[in-house]
């Protein structure tokens, strides 16, 4: 489903399940060493369905650790994430793109309380002007989740959920605005991103992709 929201140009891979094939390298074992099963579960089938992806690209199996701030580390020259939710996994990696942000999460309101803390006032007002049978306030959040993915290898800094104004198109497409300054990227300060949205099948999922030009 996530490939419907991509280029053609990001390879991905995503599962339903927690298939038994599925397996670790020794160096991703130790990080869930002493992790509790669900989260043992995410990581073994998120990292399953990154090597897919990047054998999509003709690039062979390695561990996928975690970096900086839990940020996969990939491969010299691929750019890509990872997602799960309940129910769902997903990577998407490529070796054209200059940075990728995923994000998946159930199609249901978001907690009581959480809106205001992610959010910014603006935002919220024009989630109520939206129509449609769509929990826009976790779009919202799933959007600023994509936003961050993609913003971190760029900048190697955290960005908070108030630091990016998200606008949506119903047609399925959002723009991420910047409200702080950010790197140069290809000789030109980062100001936003555009992404594309999609709801289905119980989930809701967000996407950006920013190729190359040089």
Do not use: N
């Not at 489903?1 to 390879?11: E, F, G, K, N």
């Not at 998200?166 to 030109?188: H, I, K, N, Y």
């Amino acid at each position: 489903m996530i490939d419907r929201i991509l280029p053609s140009w990001v390879a991905s891979a995503e599962a339903f399940d927690d298939p038994p094939e599925a397996t670790l390298f020794p160096e991703e074992e130790a990080v869930v060493a002493r992790a509790v099963g669900k989260r043992r579960r995410e990581f073994t089938t998120a990292r399953h369905c990154a090597r897919q992806a990047l054998g999509s690209l003709g690039l062979p199996p390695v561990p996928i650790l975690p970096g900086e701030r839990g940020a996969p580390t990939w491969p010299g020259g691929v750019a890509g994430a990872i997602t799960h939710c309940a129910g769902y996994r997903a990577a998407a990696v490529s070796l054209e793109a200059l940075t990728v942000g995923i994000d998946a999460e159930p199609h249901e309101p978001l907690p009581q309380g959480v809106l205001g803390a992610v959010s910014l006032e603006a935002e919220r007002k024009e989630l109520q002007q939206l129509d449609g049978d769509v929990h826009w306030d976790r779009l919202l959040f799933s959007a600023k989740e994509s936003v961050y993915k993609a913003w971190y290898p760029l900048a190697l800094r955290w960005l908070d959920f108030e630091e990016a104004h998200v606008t949506f198109d119903p047609s399925g497409t959002f723009t991420a605005r910047l409200l702080v300054e950010g790197p140069l990227v290809e000789g030109r300060p980062l100001t936003g991103f555009d992404g594309r949205w999609l709801v289905t099948d119980g989930l809701l999922m967000t996407a950006i992709a920013r190729p190359r030009t040089a």
